[in-house]
C-alpha cells in the first residue's frame, strides 16, 4: 500500500476528532438499538419508522454493521490520504503576525471578490435589513486593517 501524501499525513485535521465523532454516533446507535421498538423511543415522525419492524434488533448483526461502516470510513480515509492532489491557493496576506501565530485576511484573496473583481462590501442577502446593514457597517469600523 503506498504512503500517504506528505500534505496529508495526520488529517483530515483533527483526525482523532472525525474518527472519535463516528465511533461515538456508532456506540450510541449500538446503545438504543435494543430499545428502537419503544414509544418512548424519540424517532422523528417524518421518518415513518416501523416501531414492530424493530422488535428483534440483534446487537451481534448491528455491531457487525457497526464495524463494517468503521471500517468503510478509514478505508476512504486512507484512499483520500493516499490521493496527490494538492490544492494551489496561495496564502491570504497576513493582517498581523507574532511568532508563529498569524491573523489572515481571507476578504482580499481572489475567492473573496465578486465576479466583476469588486470586494464584497457586506455579506450577502443584508441590503434589505436596516439593522443587519447597521452592524455592517459597525463591524467594518472595527476593522483595524481598513476596508
Do not use: K, N
Not at 496527490?84 to 485576511?105: F, K, M, N, V
Not at 465576479?115 to 447597521?134: I, M, Y
Amino acid at each position: 500500500m503506498p504512503a500517504a501524501a506528505p500534505h496529508r499525513v495526520g488529517e483530515p485535521s483533527p483526525l482523532i476528532l472525525h474518527l472519535g465523532a463516528a465511533l461515538s454516533a456508532y456506540g450510541s446507535a449500538l446503545l438504543a438499538g435494543p430499545r428502537a421498538d419503544s414509544p418512548d423511543f424519540p424517532w422523528v415522525e417524518a421518518l415513518g419508522v416501523d416501531r414492530a419492524a424493530l422488535a428483534d434488533i440483534d446487537r451481534i448483526e448491528l455491531t457487525s454493521e457497526i464495524a463494517a461502516r468503521l471500517g468503510a470510513t478509514v478505508r476512504g480515509l486512507e484512499i483520500w490520504q493516499r490521493h496527490p492532489y494538492r490544492r494551489t491557493l496561495a496564502d491570504p496576506p497576513a493582517i498581523w503576525e507574532a511568532g508563529c501565530s498569524r491573523l489572515l485576511d481571507y476578504g482580499r484573496t481572489p475567492e473573496a471578490t465578486r465576479p466583476d473583481g469588486r470586494r464584497a462590501a457586506r455579506p450577502p442577502g443584508d441590503e434589505g435589513d436596516p439593522r443587519t446593514r447597521q452592524s455592517s457597517r459597525t463591524l467594518a469600523a472595527f476593522r483595524p486593517w481598513g476596508g
